[in-house]
């Protein structure tokens, strides 16, 4: 049996209706930012959303999500390939290790193929602070179609 890691997911309150099904996906499959559990069981101890604009439920969720035993929180993958990405991602990561001591990974699924045409025509992603924060979503070009 492999070692287990259990996580939380916030998504953008803009996707507070999303079935997860590309997370879900991912998690199965170890895609996108889940590659790193390759060698690991991913249980999911909590799915929600920030609580809108500008991230309310970050105050309070990631506290129920460790209490569930969540080691890592992912921000799903809606939060940078929405138009327009969060723009409180780098506060809302920095303050979630900050106070609840926990890793957090930006993305779930890979970011799909159409949405990094969209976000390179945009130039959204263009600075190497964005290039860093989708680095772990970032798939080969097969992956990203097949999460179209």
């Not at 492999?2 to 996707?15: A, H, L, Q, S, T």
């Not at 390759?38 to 970050?58: A, F, H, Q, R, W």
Request: contains cysteine; proline residues 5%.
């Amino acid at each position: 049996m492999n070692e287990k890691i259990k996580i939380g997911v916030i998504i953008c309150d803009r996707y507070k209706s999303c079935a997860g099904g590309k997370c879900f996906r991912s998690i199965k499959e170890k895609a996108g930012a889940f590659d790193i559990y390759k060698d690991k069981d991913v249980e999911l101890v909590g799915y929600t959303s920030c609580g809108g604009c500008p991230g309310g439920n970050i105050e309070y969720a990631p506290e129920e999500l460790k209490k569930n035993g969540a080691e890592v929180i992912h921000f799903a993958t809606g939060m940078v390939v929405g138009y327009p990405p969060c723009p409180y991602i780098n506060q809302f990561k920095g303050f979630i290790e900050a106070k609840f001591d926990l890793k957090v990974v930006v993305g779930t699924h890979p970011i799909p193929e159409k949405y990094l045409i969209t976000h390179t025509a945009l130039n959204t992603w263009n600075t190497e602070e964005w290039q860093d924060l989708i680095h772990s979503t970032m798939s080969d070009e097969q992956t990203r179609q097949s999460y179209n």
